[in-house]
């Protein structure tokens, strides 16, 4: 089933492999280049999952986890980080603050889409 | 919607964060405690490092990760902001746009920029550790082979909340391997305090799978931290450890020569083995609950009969109930006690291999009838007697090549192994393709030791019971393996312990059977209930082949011989009804139940077949215990007593009688 996810990052060449890639796995894509505007575009509508880089202009991952969390459309809607180390402690606040999971940097194709059928089921 | 090559996207990118980071490291150089500039900074590395790896620009991403890691150490003031540091930055920035503008070209000097750079950064006290290497996958500690894993786990409050879905982490469980999913109920509040936002279920896996324990740990990768989490590797068998503890390495090679009283047989390891986890129980429990199950099934056959003379509808449900449910225990209760016996028999193997050495004698081994169930405790104490008469088969029984080949047989020997159930008892055979019993020698022999007078006369059978005698060997001389004198008297003694008894067959140059006729101690069969005349009678049920009906023409035996065509081939058959002496008039149409036994099949004329029934077996009196053609007796529902056909003897005697007349008088 096709799922809608939101992909924040301020990088427009990974919103376009994440856009590209979930695209072909049958997934419809929402982009926003930052935290902020990712909020918006996350509460605007409903989403199954986001994925979200942690270091942004603006709002910042981690920010951004925090507010969307507070959103009750954010109940049961994964997140899943964009972090380009293991930064334990990255993580670690990025988990308390209400992610689901992440990928490191740099992932292939597959990795991308085998983790988002692992927390949306599709 | 067409976009360009995301290649050309991140080149682009990439382009406008080396200015950003150019401008950034410029004004940085004229405030360095601006932490925004140095974060900013850090932060377009970061994403050219991260872009850059997953479009293929290696070279870039690895650069890129040291130029962060040593600004990762400005940024976290462990290095002051120079202009010294600012130059090398640069250079490093342009080394950088050198590599994305000309990826497949060399672009020399990058080590150079960045060994300037880690010794401007690195003049603190803290050198800095090198990024941890992904770890290595811990598949190559795994062993091939499925494991069995138990995983269970609970997940944190807030995990519905934030996203996970358990259903989906079952899922990917289920996706390793075949798989056994519990729900864990205990923690799940009354509904009134139940919050259906926090998963109050714990789950237990059991799960099989080839891939290593790291295939398990992934599916938690996201939850490990904050979860309850238990993952173990089941064993696969308790038994190789229990054999171990039991059975020393030394006494199970020398089991089979020196019969020590070892505390676990294989056979009881084997037990162990197909239970998975054992339990210890003491025997005579054991035997008070078949007791008790033997009374149950009586009692439970009664209430069947009066059931089924009842025309209470309620009664008649519980008594079929009843009747399900003490069959099902008996059956358990049995096969609790009941070992195959092939796990005794392969013990053999090795004292066949060492006997074939030490006499030099070729000997094929053979076996059958090792799904044959025994009681667990008759098997242990089989052990003993089974390699005596092994021993005196190959010592005594066999002869050496030269011999054989001179009598016209194969210079190999051949020893056989073998059990069968025989109606209500095991029949474990040895069997050799030897000489045979030298009857004159036998008695040469007895006379000698005084255990008969020298004018005795004895039938065939009665010689031969004398190698059970003690202090009888007819071995010319000793030897180590056998033909001490005991032995034949100790295996006699323990089979007479189990209530069995010991025949042997021999025919001079053909070889010797030693056929071990064990009853199965567990007192309970199913058995087939049948009238003669007026008194009723139970056949083993397990040694009933097929009932037919007698055909008319077959009433006489004006021939002499009295057969059955069973589809081609030739029943002899047994007129019950004579050989009991019934009284009263024969039916009409008599039945025919086919039994069989180890020596072959015979047909038992009976009056009327009236059903099966679990028959519990209780021992003949002393008085009675000379009739042969019964084995014990039972009760019936209705409280009368019905004898239990013993069908090995009824079959051994219409065969050996069948070459003469008038088999329907044997027995």
């Known amino acids: ?122 | 919607m067409s976009r360009p090559d995301p290649t050309e996207t991140f080149r682009q990118e990439a382009r406008e964060l080396l200015e950003r980071l150019e401008a950034g490291l410029l004004d940085l150089e004229k405030t360095p405690e601006n932490g925004d500039l140095i974060n900013s900074a850090f932060r377009a590395l970061h994403t050219i490092k991260g872009s850059g790896a997953m479009f293929g620009f290696t070279e870039v991403a690895s650069f890129v990760h040291e130029f962060e890691t040593a600004f990762d150490r400005v940024r976290k003031g462990h290095s002051p902001v120079t202009s010294e540091l600012i130059a090398v930055a640069l250079d490093a920035k342009d080394h950088v746009h050198q590599l994305i503008e000309n990826p497949e070209g060399t672009t020399p000097g990058g080590d150079a920029i960045l060994d300037k750079l880690r010794t401007i950064v690195s003049t603190d006290r803290f050198p800095e550790a090198p990024l941890p290497k992904e770890q290595p996958a811990p598949a190559a500690a795994s062993s091939a082979g499925p494991k069995r894993w138990r995983v269970r786990f609970k997940l944190p409050a807030d995990s519905l909340v934030y996203g996970t879905n358990p259903l989906l982490l079952l899922d990917e469980i289920a996706a390793i391997g075949p798989c056994e999913i519990t729900g864990l109920t205990d923690a799940v509040p009354v509904l009134s305090e139940l919050d259906p936002e926090v998963p109050h279920m714990g789950w237990q896996v059991d799960l099989t799978a080839d891939d290593p324990r790291s295939a398990i740990d992934d599916v938690f990768l996201f939850l490990r931290d904050g979860m309850e989490l238990s993952v173990e590797e089941l064993a696969e068998e308790i038994a190789p450890i229990a054999e171990a503890a039991e059975v020393k390495p030394a006494e199970a090679e020398t089991a089979a020569k020196a019969a020590p009283e070892t505390k676990s047989t294989p056979a009881a390891a084997s037990t162990e083995k197909a239970a998975g986890a054992s339990l210890r129980v003491a025997a005579e429990r054991l035997d008070e609950l078949m007791d008790r199950v033997g009374e149950l099934v009586i009692a439970q056959a009664r209430l069947t009969q009066i059931a089924a003379s009842s025309s209470d509808g309620n009664l008649k449900t519980i008594a079929e109930e009843l009747e399900r449910l003490s069959s099902g225990l008996r059956d358990t209760t049995m096969g609790i006690r009941m070992v195959p016996i092939g796990t005794l028999f392969s013990r053999f193997r090795r004292l066949i291999h060492d006997l074939s050495r030490d006499l030099d004698k070729e000997i094929e081994f053979v076996t059958t009838g090792e799904d044959t169930e025994l009681d667990k405790t008759m098997i242990e104490k089989l052990a003993d007697p089974l390699v005596h008469l092994i021993r005196n088969s190959v010592d005594h029984g066999l002869e050496d090549a030269a011999t054989r080949v001179a009598a016209g047989k194969p210079a190999k020997g051949t020893v056989k192994l073998s059990a069968v159930y025989a109606g209500a008892e095991v029949a474990i055979s040895v069997t050799d393709d030897g000489a045979g019993l030298n009857g004159a020698r036998i008695r040469a022999k007895a006379e000698e030791a005084g255990l008969i007078a020298p004018d005795a006369k004895l039938s065939d059978q009665e010689l031969w019971q004398l190698i059970f005698a003690p202090g009888f060997s007819t071995a010319k001389e000793v030897t180590a393996l056998s033909g001490r004198g005991v032995g034949m008297d100790v295996v006699k003694r323990t089979i007479d312990g189990l209530r069995g008894a010991i025949d042997l067959s021999t025919k001079p140059g053909q070889g010797t059977t030693a056929t071990l006729r064990l009853p199965l101690t567990l007192a309970i069969i199913d058995g087939m209930l049948i009238r003669i005349g007026n008194g009723r009678y139970t056949i083993p049920l397990a040694a009933v082949e097929e009932c037919v009906e007698l055909p008319p023409d077959a009433g006489s035996s004006s021939r002499g011989r009295n057969f059955l065509d069973i589809r081609g081939s030739l029943v002899p058959f047994v007129r019950l009804r004579d050989v009991f002496g019934a009284k009263g008039e024969p039916d009409s149409h008599p039945k025919v139940v086919i039994v069989s036994s180890g020596e072959g099949r015979v047909g038992l004329v009976v009056d009327q077949i009236l059903g099966n029934f679990q028959t519990v077996i209780k021992q003949l009196s002393p008085l009675h215990a000379g009739l042969k053609s019964f084995s014990g007796a039972t009760i019936l529902g209705d409280g009368s007593v019905a004898l239990i056909l013993d069908t090995v003897h009824l079959v051994g005697s219409a065969h050996r009688d069948e070459p003469k007349s008038e088999i329907g008088r044997a027995a």
């Open chain 1, 1 to 122: 089933m096709s799922k809608t996810i939101l992909t924040i990052d301020d990088s427009a060449s990974v919103r376009q492999m994440v856009s590209m890639t979930l695209s072909a796995a049958g997934h419809t894509i929402i982009e926003a280049g930052d935290g902020a505007e990712g909020y918006s575009k996350a509460i605007a509508q409903p989403v199954h999952a986001v994925l979200t880089d942690l270091n942004m202009p603006v709002m910042n991952g981690i920010e951004f986890i925090r507010k969307y969390r507070q959103h009750p459309a954010s109940k049961g809607v994964p997140i899943i980080l964009l972090t380009t180390e293991s930064d334990e402690d990255l993580k670690r606040q990025a988990k308390e603050a209400g992610a689901t999971g992440w990928i490191v940097k740099p992932f292939k194709q597959d990795q991308l889409v085998a983790v988002i059928k692992k927390v949306t089921g599709a």
